[in-house]
């Protein structure tokens, strides 16, 4: 189920543009008519893509798509008038917001969108490889503290440290992480 928040100064305008998105597959679209009441919703919610399409009652749309560029996981477009499309694009493009000019083709859209849905997903990808680095960070720390404690608390070296737990991993069938936590609580009390 993909979710969009579609933030757009009136329901006529509000009303093509979810037309579009729930062509594109987004099957629940939040709609808010100004950029307060959408900051709230996204606070609460996590949304596949913001739309934004400015300007809007209270503000012009360029200082919210910067906004839920850097404080949420969504793709964020901003839809501009044509005039305007080059600027707001120099302005917004190293935020990784996606300008788009209006009138809206149809057909660009489409490919806009999968554009969104790619990037989107890439970025997922980095951020989950950096949530397991930062395990194995954690798990190393760990484990060096293990062996700092078996150094100090029982004279062995760095090496035989190292070989104990690894040994005692295996042999009791877990990882070396468990054993490291054990050691710790053995000898840190």
């Known amino acids: 189920m993909k979710k969009a928040l579609l933030i757009s100064k009136t329901p006529q305008s509000a009303s093509s543009l979810s037309e579009l998105l729930t062509a594109e597959g987004y099957d629940k679209i939040d709609t808010f008519y100004a950029a307060y009441s959408a900051k709230e919703a996204a606070q609460d919610t996590t949304f596949d893509l913001i739309c934004i399409n400015a300007p809007l009652p209270d503000e012009n749309g360029i200082e919210l798509s910067r ?21 707001v694009n120099d302005l917004l493009n190293p935020h990784g917001v996606l300008v788009i000019a209006r009138p809206i083709n149809k057909h660009l859209f489409h490919h806009y969108l999968q554009f969104t849905d790619c990037f989107r997903a890439r970025l997922l990808r980095v951020e989950q490889e950096n949530e397991r680095l930062k395990g194995m960070v954690e798990d190393l720390k760990i484990i060096d503290r293990a062996k700092l404690l078996l150094v100090t608390c029982l004279n062995m070296s760095e090496d035989q440290a190292h070989r104990y737990l690894e040994k005692q991993a295996m042999d009791m069938r877990t990882s070396r992480v468990n054993v490291a936590k054990q050691v710790i609580q053995t000898y840190e009390n």
């Open 67 to 87: 906004m839920f560029a850097q404080t949420t996981r969504s793709s964020v477009v901003i839809i501009v008038p044509q005039k305007s499309a080059d600027e």
